[in-house]
Nanobody
Framework: HVQLVESGGGSVQAGGALRLSCVVSGFTEITFCMGWLRQGSGKAREGIAS???????KYADSVEGRFTITRDNDLKTLYLQMNSLKPEYTAMYYCAADYGLGTSLVANEYNYWGQGTQVTVSS
């Protein structure tokens, strides 16, 4: 069955950087979309970055230019490099995946989710 396991969250000061990783297993074909979504306290879950199997990417306006999403198909790992972090980026960050989406920032288009990794940015 499909499993997604995130790592790399933590606490950092504003202006700092973190790199999140997500190891994927159980997909039966390589053509699947992957994304990073986050949910702050009392907020709706929002898509922030997505990448398809060809490497095409999409970003939310709030993170464009600060975050970079990449994937290693051989290692079946998704990454999110987060630079110039702001306190408002504090949230639980989730890795998600699904077949044949292209790129998507829409949470309910994903059927497979990791357990999340907490990112806390202090001012």
């Amino acid at each position: 069955h499909v499993q997604l396991v995130e790592s790399g969250g933590g606490s950092v000061q504003a202006g700092g950087a973190l790199r999140l990783s997500c190891v994927v297993s159980g997909f039966t074909e390589i053509t699947f979309c992957m994304g990073w979504l986050r949910q702050g306290s009392g907020k709706a879950r929002e898509g922030i970055a997505s990448i398809d199997s060809d490497g095409n990417t999409k970003y939310a306006d709030s993170v464009e230019g600060r975050f970079t999403i990449t994937r290693d198909n051989d290692l079946k790992t998704l990454y999110l490099q987060m630079n110039s972090l702001k306190p408002e980026y504090t949230a639980m960050y989730y890795c998600a995946a699904d077949y044949g989406l292209g790129t998507s920032l829409v949470a309910n288009e994903y059927n497979y989710w990791g357990q999340g990794t907490q990112v806390t940015v202090s001012s």
